[in-house]
């Protein structure tokens, strides 16, 4: 599976931005798709995880402000990201973790730069 993330870019504070990711192959049934981003000499983070039945986990720094979606018959996750800071500013990351009996995969995406800045 390749996962083919696009939609970052250079915005300014209060601005808005929203991400695209779509897996490239098939895909289990149970899976997550989700976002992560990483900033130079820092850790990549979990932002945001959509699992396949539906429920959602934020990272508490973008409660409130993005909202991930998923279209599962394109494969597809989102990040619609408003009210942007230049604490946000970072690689962001698609992944995929997928599981069957007896295997799990774990896919990520070619990053995508979003930069916050006036």
């Known amino acids: 599976v390749q996962l083919q993330a696009s939609g970052g870019g250079l915005v300014q504070p209060g601005g808005s931005l929203r991400l695209t990711c779509t897996a490239d192959?098939?895909?289990?049934?149970?899976?997550?798709m989700g976002w992560y981003r990483q900033t130079p000499g820092k850790e990549r983070e979990l932002v945001a995880v959509?699992?396949?039945?539906?429920?959602?986990n934020y990272a508490e720094a973008v409660k409130g402000r993005f909202t991930i979606s998923r279209d599962n018959a394109k494969k597809t996750v989102y990040l619609q990201m408003n009210s942007l800071t230049p604490e946000d500013t970072a690689v962001y990351y698609c992944?995929?973790?997928?599981?069957?009996?007896?295997?799990?995969?774990?896919?990520w995406g070619q990053g995508t730069q979003v930069t916050v800045s006036s």
């Open positions: 992944n995929l973790k997928e599981w069957a009996v007896a295997q799990r995969n774990d896919y």
């Open positions: 192959g098939s895909i289990f049934a149970i899976n997550a």
């Open positions: 959509q699992l396949s039945g539906g429920s959602t």
